[in-house]
């Protein structure tokens, strides 16, 4: 019993930050009267256009940097190649390619420059980063208020303010780049994959017989395999109907997310029985997953849910990205730079020791955070659709950093799981807020105040609760004389 | 024949700023031996091991006169990775481990095992996948070979201090071409089972052939240990010896040996104390400080009034951790008396209440505002704890500029601070100036009892005369009781009534300032020679 009480306290005060936010989350929307398949779509809507934003800042909590504030820099990055691209009046996913293809190297030289900074104030990179942001944002307005138009002849009139100087105050994104991704068919992606599979395999080949690495492709060749099943089968007119369209209703992606599950567990229990023949293997855990998708398919028949379900529509493409990064995140941890980065996050006195350049490894771990917030902000524009020139990207980093926080995170470590939960909670909440204002004070003007205070008040709870929970931390005991231990623990 | 040396350091010299801390040092270390190096704070074991690794802090200050051989070859070891390069380890005493990382990462750190991956061959090798299965092998292995039965896979958060030490260890011996291992002072931190563990440890690795450089200051190990022993004074080589030839009496003599050069002629002082063992100015009874690194494990102590009472001891043995605990700056136990009262130790400020004035060993840490000025820092801890220099004016205390100045003035010819005037900043004096700021501002608390932590560290031999002198004078003229704690023996010996030595946390022996420099080096070095415990 005491075990059990032991756990779940443990459980509590661990995730009292995400316990407190559930409960101010159901309460909102409780008090908000929302009907839930509004509160659903418009999440949404939100986790596919902010979640990207959200996953960048993980790399630079795990290289011991704090929240990355400096975001900010990458989401201007963005901003400059929209403005170029609808300029050059490119228009759709051409459009949008060509974004990320000028964005990105813009984005690396001022991740490059930040890191460099953050290099020269070790400890006090969060405070840098905001400030930072300010300064750049001093920079950002100077281009586009004056340079552009004023330097750099620009004569475009939906554009530029009348008079031939300055970028208008909101560019419509209508009609060139906005949905750009988000309409990009599933059929599309499939057939990109299965180039980039087959290129990649080619690569592998041509390097095993240059460099002579003596790599096995076995593995490679039985992927490349798969992938051309799948793609052979999209060609079958009722599956090509199918993924022929970008949006997936939220019921079959639940219904695709639970198979895949029920068969990657199967894999596990046939690969560690039956292949490895590893008798040690516990089978509780794959078989407790399969009865709990099980249970989760017959949820989907409560009639509540169902409507939610049928309400929703995902952008795929825009959630494939999240995916993709949250894949991306997890697998930098396993490779070289990504364990000097947490050595690095952990001492950088041990890391030097160790002979890691930690200077090298903190500026590519900007670099890298400031790309992906650069590519976060270009999907958030082709989503949102209309470009605010002057305001877009001002309260990028404090939306993110609040989401990350919410979802449990800390200046030390933020995991995906994290970024995921806290965009869902924070959006739920800012989603409710105004309304459960409207309701509770009856007065509109309150509920928009309740907006704002809950993004700079949840960053305020989340932090005190984060020093509070270390704080309370018992003292190591160990290290006491004999005498003194465990009297004020 | 010549005897094979793995290691041979022949007469090495370093000065710092003008200041010799190594004079024609030599050290010779056999393949496979374990060999001590011993020596009191200061005598320079560290500047030596800082040379040997090619550390920054030496090549940044004019290198070093001498010469480095490793297996009879002539070397520049002017990089920590060189020393590295050469098969030269360290255990380092501040552990060097990341508690958020297993076992294995921590051993593997810096090296870590990768496969090449598709982007690596494209990007570089920083994007080559871990190898863990390989690295967990790895792991296993060193952690087996120094006899070490642990999961490799379990955090080193949660781990015992001493199997933190022996994971540092592993990963020593974990590198390639490993033929020297520096331990300095391994066993401070470890309690007596897992020292001997140590031991048996550092056995087994030189018996693979890996010799061993053994720091430390306790005797008792090195007997049971070490095969050879090099022995510095003062950055001055003493000895040179085989363990099998020598006595632990020996080792003793060796290190403290030196006459008593009196720092401080007391005796033409004159002399109106009267010291009486019932009449007491602090008694601690069952003492325990928590401070880190200067952990104090009940001590009992009667320092009479009027006396100069010093307590000395190495470092990290406590000695510090007792003013700072009387001062309630950290967590304590037990009791601490002064002039009948009881101290309410967990009540910062209490003690200055009481008439005790504290000068700490961490003067420009602690004890100084460096950039305020000389007068601000005489009369803070008055104004902050007695209100003085301080004028009432409609409810306000505002600072009364006149008499501090005043105050400060008289202070500064008290002492012969030497400035420019009271308004030139405390961090710009010279160390020993310094201090004596310091010691006005405890003096200015007019105290009963003056401790004074460390009064000659840091400051050149001029500076330190005066102020023993002074302190003496204080004692002598005005009565007051003052507790010194120093890790310099010789001062202690030259100004105290009586010493006692703290030996890991506890009192080991009080003796005479002219007791046999033999008793001084058993109580500090730890072994128990004769009954008197405290306990």
Not at chain 1, 243 to 266: F, K, N
Not at chain 1, 277 to 293: C, E, F, G, H, R
Not at chain 2, 419 to 433: D, H, I
Not at chain 2, 447 to 467: N, Q
Request: net charge neutral; hydrophobic share 50%.
């Amino acid at each position: 019993m005491d075990n059990i009480k032991n756990r779940i306290y443990n459980f509590a005060s661990e995730n009292k930050v995400v316990i407190l936010f559930v409960l101010l989350c159901i309460g909102g929307i409780y008090a908000s009267g929302s009907p839930l398949t509004f509160v659903a779509s418009e999440l949404f809507t939100r986790i596919g256009r902010n979640g990207f934003m959200v996953l960048a800042l993980l790399i630079p909590v795990l290289a011991g940097m704090g929240l990355n504030f400096g975001i900010t820099v990458g989401a201007i990055a963005a901003q400059i190649a929209v403005f170029w691209v609808v300029y050059w009046g490119f228009e759709g996913i051409t459009g949008f390619l060509l974004c990320l293809l000028m964005a990105t190297p813009i984005a690396i030289f001022f991740g490059f420059l930040v890191g460099k900074l953050f290099n020269k104030m070790k400890g006090a990179e969060m405070i840098a980063g905001m400030v930072l942001g300010y300064f750049s944002e001093g920079l950002y307005l100077l281009f586009f208020l004056f340079i552009i138009g004023g330097v750099i002849p620009v004569y475009n009139d939906r554009l530029i303010i009348t008079g031939g100087v300055g970028v208008k105050n909101t560019i419509d994104l209508a009609g060139n780049i906005k949905y750009s991704l988000d309409t990009v068919p599933m059929l599309t992606i499939i057939e990109i994959l299965f180039f980039i599979i087959v290129i990649s395999t080619i690569i592998k080949i041509v390097f095993n017989k240059v460099k002579e690495t003596g790599l096995s492709f076995k593995k490679d060749l039985i992927i490349l395999g798969v992938g051309a099943i799948v793609y052979a089968l999209s060609f079958i007119p009722s599956i090509e109907a199918f993924l022929s369209t970008d949006r997936l209703l939220l019921l079959h992606a639940v219904i695709i997310g639970l198979v895949a599950l029920v068969l990657m567990q199967i894999w596990y229990i046939i690969k560690n029985r039956f292949i490895l023949k590893d008798m040690d293997y516990s089978m509780k855990k794959p078989i407790a997953l399969i009865v709990l998708a099980a249970i989760l398919y017959g949820l989907t028949y409560i009639k509540a849910i169902e409507e939610i379900l049928l309400y929703v529509n995902l952008p795929v493409t825009t959630y494939l990205c999240i995916v993709a990064l949250c894949m991306f995140n997890s697998m930098i941890i396993r490779t070289r730079i990504g364990q000097n980065m947490r050595t690095v996050g952990q001492s950088r006195v041990v890391a030097n020791s160790a002979g890691i350049d930690v200077d090298k490894t903190r500026i590519i771990a900007m670099i890298i955070s400031t790309v992906l917030a650069c590519w976060g902000q270009l999907i958030y524009l082709q989503n949102i659709g209309t470009f605010s020139t002057y305001g877009a990207h001002t309260q990028v980093s404090l939306f993110a950093i609040a989401s990350l926080l919410v979802g449990g995170a800390s200046v030390q470590k933020a995991t995906n799981k994290q970024a995921i939960i806290g965009v869902i909670l924070f959006h739920t909440l800012f989603i409710v807020a105004p309304q459960a204002g409207k309701e509770i004070f009856n007065n509109a003007q309150l509920g928009e105040y309740f907006r704002v205070f809950i993004a700079y008040g949840v960053i305020a709870v989340s932090l005190a609760m984060h020093a509070w929970k270390t704080n309370i931390r018992p003292i190591d005991d160990t290290k006491k004389p004999a005498r003194l231990k465990g009297q004020k623990a | 024949m010549e005897i094979e040396y793995l290691l041979n350091m022949d007469n090495i010299s370093k000065e710092y700023y003008g200041n010799r801390v190594l004079k024609n040092v030599s050290l010779q270390v056999k393949p496979g031996e374990i060999h001590a190096l011993m020596g009191e704070n200061g005598a320079g074991k560290s500047t030596l091991m800082n040379i040997l690794f090619g550390m920054p802090v030496i090549h940044s200050t004019g290198g070093y006169e001498g010469v480095v051989k490793i297996n009879g070859e002539k070397v520049l070891i002017d990089d920590p990775h060189k020393a590295m390069d050469y098969g030269i380890g360290m255990v380092h005493q501040e552990f060097m481990l990341i508690p958020g990382f297993t076992i294995t990462e921590n051993i593997k750190v810096g090296r870590e095992i990768c496969k090449p991956t598709l982007l690596s061959h494209i990007f570089g090798r920083d994007l080559e996948k871990l190898d863990i299965e390989q690295m967990r092998k790895d792991a296993k292995k060193a952690l087996s070979n120094i006899g070490l039965d642990i999961n490799e896979y379990v955090k080193v958060a949660g781990l015992p201090i001493g199997y933190m030490q022996f994971v540092e260890i592993a990963r020593e011996i974990d590198k390639t071409g490993i033929k020297l291992l520096v331990f300095d002072e391994p066993t401070a931190v470890l309690t007596e089972s897992e020292a001997d563990r140590l031991l048996e440890i550092m056995k087994i690795i030189s018996s693979k052939g890996i010799a061993i450089i053994f720091i430390t200051h306790r005797l008792d190990e090195v007997m049971a240990a070490a095969d050879s022993i090099t022995i510095l004074r003062d950055g001055e080589f003493v000895a040179r010896k085989e363990i099998k030839d020598t006595s632990a009496m020996d080792i003793a003599q060796l290190m403290v040996g030196r006459k008593v050069e009196k720092l401080v002629d007391n005796e033409k002082m004159e002399n109106i104390r009267n010291l009486r063992d019932d009449d007491l100015a602090l008694t601690l009874r069952d003492f325990y400080v928590n401070m880190p690194g200067e952990m104090v494990k009940g001590i009992n102590l009667d320092i009479r009034k009027g006396e100069i009472f010093g307590i000395g001891g190495l470092a990290g043995q406590g000695k510090i951790g007792i003013p700072n605990g009387i001062m309630g700056l950290y967590e304590t136990e037990g009791t601490a008396n002064a002039f009948g009262k009881d101290l309410e130790l967990d009540k910062l400020g209490n003690a200055l209440d009481n008439g005790i004035a504290f000068v700490s060993e961490d003067r420009r840490g602690v004890g100084l505002l460096l950039d305020e000025t000389i007068e601000q820092n005489i009369v803070f801890s008055a104004m902050q704890a007695k209100d003085e220099f301080l004028i009432n004016f409609a409810g306000l205390k505002l600072y009364d500029k006149k008499r501090a100045r005043e105050h400060a003035l008289k202070m500064i010819e008290l002492l012969d601070i030497r400035c420019t005037g009271p308004s030139q900043t405390a961090g710009s004096l010279s160390g020993g100036n310094q201090q004596k700021v310091c010691l006005a501002r405890a003096l200015t608390l007019n105290p009963k009892i003056l401790i004074v932590s460390e009064p000659t560290r840091g400051i050149d031999i001029g500076a330190k005369k005066l102020v023993l002198e002074y302190l003496v004078q204080l004692n002598r003229q005005e009565g007051l009781t003052i507790i010194v704690v120093s890790s310099e023996l010789v001062e202690l010996r030259s100004i105290c009534d009586r010493i006692a030595i703290v030996s890991d946390g506890k009192l080991a022996t009080i003796l005479e300032p002219d007791a046999a420099d033999v008793e001084f080096g058993l109580a500090m070095a730890g072994s128990k020679k004769d009954g008197d415990k405290n306990d």
